[in-house]
């Protein structure tokens, strides 16, 4: 099956940084989707991007369908960033999505 | 508006018990999820559904049973429950139709299940 990788596992941040988390995928794709997963546990779809670049507030994201991955910026963080970063992709034949195993972010005050 | 309800969010069972765990939506969306997600592991997709009626099989299907009898509702099946069934399931929804594809999709907030 298809291959979904992020990086980094693990990020660390001081309030106030910048950072960029990536997607990487083994097969074409015709949806990626970024999610936040809060502390509590609770899923938050932050990006629909299937290709293209899209912004929202501080958060903006990148996908370059062609080469097969896909970027996630946080700028200027913030404690409530916190969590669990996932891209989840959908091959072009099929409805399943695939879902990384995810950028854990901690940013501290 | 609701959302994505599931239902319960916390069980215990023991081994060879059965269960049922509900997922309702009130979004109208054609398109249902249930995936199970492990510690330090990303979500693994268990059966989806494409609309009443229907039900496909995910990533990691074995051992569980799903059904899609109403639109709005779609129900995840543990028959005989094993210890490596030990996870929290999170259910999704979204909308598909003409002109509407690749709609995101919308999460409820997990049943956490635990199997002794």
């Known amino acids: 099956g298809i291959q979904v990788e992020q990086s980094p596992p693990d990020l660390i941040l001081q309030e106030g940084a910048n950072s960029t988390l990536r997607c990487n995928f083994s097969?074409?794709?015709?949806?990626l989707q970024w999610f936040h997963q809060n502390p509590w546990g609770q899923l938050i779809n932050l990006f629909y991007?299937?290709?293209g670049t899209k912004q929202n507030g501080r958060l903006s994201a990148t996908t370059v369908a062609t080469e097969r991955y896909s970027l996630l910026y946080i700028s200027s963080s913030q404690t409530t960033d916190s969590g669990v970063y996932f891209c989840?992709?959908?091959?072009?034949?099929?409805?399943?999505?695939?879902f990384g195993t995810g950028t854990s972010l901690t940013v501290i005050p | 508006n609701a959302g994505v309800t599931q239902t319960p969010k916390f069980r215990v069972l023991k081994t060879g018990q059965s269960m049922t765990l509900l997922c309702a939506q009130d979004?109208?969306?054609?398109?249902m999820y249930w995936y199970r997600q492990d510690p330090g592991m990303g979500l693994r997709l268990i059966h989806y559904?494409?609309?009443?009626?229907?039900?496909a099989k995910g990533e990691v299907p074995d051992g569980y049973n799903v059904s899609r009898l109403k639109k709005q509702n779609f129900l995840l099946g543990l028959e005989s429950a094993a210890p490596s069934q030990t996870s929290v399931y999170f259910c999704?929804?979204?909308?598909?139709?003409?002109?509407?594809?690749?709609?995101?999709?919308?999460f409820g907030d997990g049943t956490r299940l635990s199997i002794l």
């Open positions: 999704a929804s979204s909308y598909d139709g003409p002109g509407a594809r690749y709609q995101p999709q919308h």
């Open positions: 097969d074409s794709v015709n949806n």
């Open positions: 991007i299937p290709s």
């Open positions: 989840a992709v959908e091959l072009s034949i099929g409805n399943q999505f695939y």
């Open positions: 979004m109208n969306h054609e398109y």
């Open positions: 559904s494409v609309g009443e009626g229907t039900t």
